[in-house]
């Protein structure tokens, strides 16, 4: 049973393009997490999704931030006319239908992203 | 603001020895996580406590929790240089299902 598999590992752009990361949660679940971890920082809380709806995206910005989890493929974390300030690491996870997000997440290797 | 935050912020110790790193939060939670984080890894769980419990073992860890105190702390007991990582505690609180975590611990066990 493969873990959260999270591409790319590194994803290096300029100001003013546009990132996509991709998170495909582990066989069987259902919830999938997006969070933002600065050097020398724990994780922040981005967004919380089930399939084919947002359940909470209180942690994410306002703009030029969005998020999916369609019914078929994996959920993508899509960040617009990235700034400096948006490089950082970023951690998905995932856990089984029913837990709510109570309990054990099960998280990717997170992709690196660098803004140049 | 941080709901969880790990004391001490790093930690160096000789493999055989002891780690103890504690967490403390604010509010009344209802679990609590303690997660490690290898170097440009993602997070692995290791242990959930609940806030009716007082204490858990698993394996070489023990973790134990006040909650009139709001403060947990973790124990590696015989560490290892392969127990080198960040750990990280994480709380859940009344009706959120979502962790928040601290900015962690980081140990270093020396061979």
């Known amino acids: 049973n493969a873990g959260v598999m999270q591409n790319p590992r590194h994803l290096v752009r300029r100001r003013g393009q546009e990132a996509r990361l991709r998170c495909s949660p582990m066989?069987?679940?259902?919830?999938v997490y997006w969070y933002r971890q600065l050097p020398e920082e724990g994780l922040k809380f981005m967004v919380y999704?089930?399939?084919?709806?947002?359940?909470?995206e209180s942690g994410m910005p306002k703009e030029r931030f969005s998020a999916e989890f369609p019914k078929e493929g994996p959920s993508i974390l899509r960040i617009q006319q990235v700034v400096r300030g948006d490089s950082a690491a970023y951690f998905c996870?995932?856990?089984?239908?029913?837990?709510?997000?109570?309990?054990?997440?099960?998280f990717g290797p997170g992709t690196r992203l660098t803004v140049l | 603001s941080q709901q969880g935050e790990e004391d001490p912020q790093a930690l160096s110790i000789q493999e055989g020895e002891n780690a103890t790193m504690n967490c403390s939060y604010k509010?009344?939670?209802?679990?609590l996580q303690w997660y490690r984080q290898n170097s440009g890894r993602g997070l692995v769980h290791l242990i959930l406590?609940?806030?009716?419990?007082r204490e858990k073992h698993s394996g070489r860890l023990r973790v134990t929790l006040d909650t009139s105190k709001k403060s947990s702390s973790l124990l590696i007991t015989a560490s290892r240089a392969a127990d080198t990582a960040s750990y990280f505690c994480?709380?859940?609180?009344?009706?959120?299902?979502?962790?928040?975590f601290g900015r962690g611990t980081s140990l270093i066990v020396h061979p």
């Open positions: 996870a995932s856990s089984p239908p029913g837990r709510g997000g109570q309990g054990e997440q099960f």
């Open positions: 066989k069987g679940h259902s919830h």
């Open positions: 999704l089930q399939k084919e709806n947002i359940i909470d």
């Open positions: 509010t009344s939670i209802n679990n």
């Open positions: 406590i609940r806030s009716n419990e």
């Open positions: 994480a709380t859940e609180s009344g009706g959120s299902y979502i962790p928040t």
